[in-house]
């Protein structure tokens, strides 16, 4: 699947990682594809979960064997 | 007249090192004071002792420097503004407790409600040896529940729910356990119970409420975090009623009178009569 959009949230700590996510999403119409790299800990724990609450879908999760995951964010997926 | 210390110990007067004086301890259950009871120990500290009071490590309030001579008017100033007296000595003490789920977003359990009926139901009871409670809502453990005679921590039962899966493997990625394998491919999710912690963390992190669960209680036995220390143990499953929790408590309690001497804590106890017997005991109070 390719993505529309990549950010890397992996240099900031909560809640900076939502806000980042969310300002680029706000850029990107409803059905793209935001893909996205985010640290292990607390950020793969909170932030997908975040974004179903904000209505967009969590396509895909891949572990990238290095402390980070990359997810694809369907924008408004879920809404 | 000669002070009976001990009987003003048990009213909550611990004695100082300077003669005549106390550091009077007052009640409080899980940690939560109202605005008017603390305007009432202001105003004891301010008139009765010196200006201050000291936070104690188990949630309580002490006000130390109150004279002998002026144990009776504190004690009715206090108790006409709503604030009673703490406990020590051998009996159940100051149950504490965190925010649990009525404040906090990762309370899986209300922490202070239980507290409070912990504490109609046992607090002040005299028993062998001191004996405390703690109240936490999850496996955070900001209340430390292990380093109780008894600690009481909010649990949640994971179930999955296959038909709002996307098999997306966040649950995998964030289980500290391990125990959660998504197959994308085969569009399968395997789950190993026996080593779940009931942390809660793939119900919390789900991004399609494919995780659900059912909240309960996971007990600890026999923690000690004085002279000497010891972690509580879990000899039950987490417990999903609250009746049952109250049964084994009074079960707990019951078989701590019976056994333990004068002046032995619950995990010395266990420990000289063998934990069997007591975990029998509370595993058929569980049923």
Not at chain 1, 63 to 75: H, R, S, Y
Not at chain 2, 179 to 184: F, G, L, N, S
Request: proline share 3%; net charge neutral; with cysteine.
């Amino acid at each position: 699947m390719n993505a529309d959009e990549f950010l890397d949230i992996t240099d900031v700590v909560c809640p900076m990682t939502f806000v980042k996510t969310k300002v680029v999403l706000e850029d990107l119409d409803d059905g793209q594809i935001l893909e996205l790299r985010l640290n292990d800990g607390e950020p793969i724990q909170n932030l997908p979960r975040s974004l179903k609450d904000d209505g967009h879908k969590i396509l895909e999760l891949a572990n990238n064997d290095d402390g980070t995951f990359t997810i694809l964010v369907e924008k408004g997926g879920l809404t | 007249m000669s002070t009976n210390y001990k009987e003003l110990k048990k009213g909550g007067f611990m004695r100082q090192r300077q003669p005549n004086y106390f550091s009077m301890r007052l009640k409080s259950v899980g940690g939560h004071l109202t605005a008017e009871q603390l305007g009432t120990i202001q105003s004891v500290a301010t008139k009765f002792g010196k200006g201050y009071v000291h936070l104690t490590s188990r949630q309580g309030i002490e006000i130390p420097f109150i004279h002998l001579d002026d144990i009776d008017a504190v004690k009715k100033v206090l108790s006409e503004g709503g604030v009673q007296v703490g406990v020590c000595g051998p009996r159940v003490r100051t149950i504490t407790a965190c925010q649990g789920n009525s404040i906090c977003p990762s309370g899986l359990i209300d922490t202070l409600k239980l507290a409070e009926e912990f504490d109609k139901r046992y607090g002040g009871r005299e028993l062998p040896h001191k004996f405390k409670f703690g109240f936490t809502g999850c496996r955070n453990n900001c209340l430390k529940a292990e380093e109780n005679d008894i600690g009481v921590k909010g649990g949640v039962k994971p179930d999955w729910h296959a038909e709002n899966c996307t098999f997306c493997g966040v649950c995998q990625a964030v289980c500290p356990q391990k125990i959660i394998t998504v197959d994308k491919i085969a569009r399968s999710v395997t789950f190993d119970e026996n080593n779940c912690l009931y942390c809660g963390k793939c119900i919390k992190s789900c991004p399609s409420d494919a995780w659900q669960g059912r909240s309960g209680f996971v007990i600890s036995f026999g923690g000690l975090y004085g002279n000497r220390i010891a972690v509580g143990e879990n000899f039950l499953p987490i417990i999903f009623d609250e009746d049952k929790l109250y049964k084994i408590v009074d079960a707990a309690l019951k078989f701590f009178a019976d056994n333990a001497k004068s002046g032995e804590r619950f995990r010395t106890m266990l420990e000289r009569v063998g934990r069997e017997n007591f975990i029998d005991m509370i595993t058929e109070a569980a049923r």
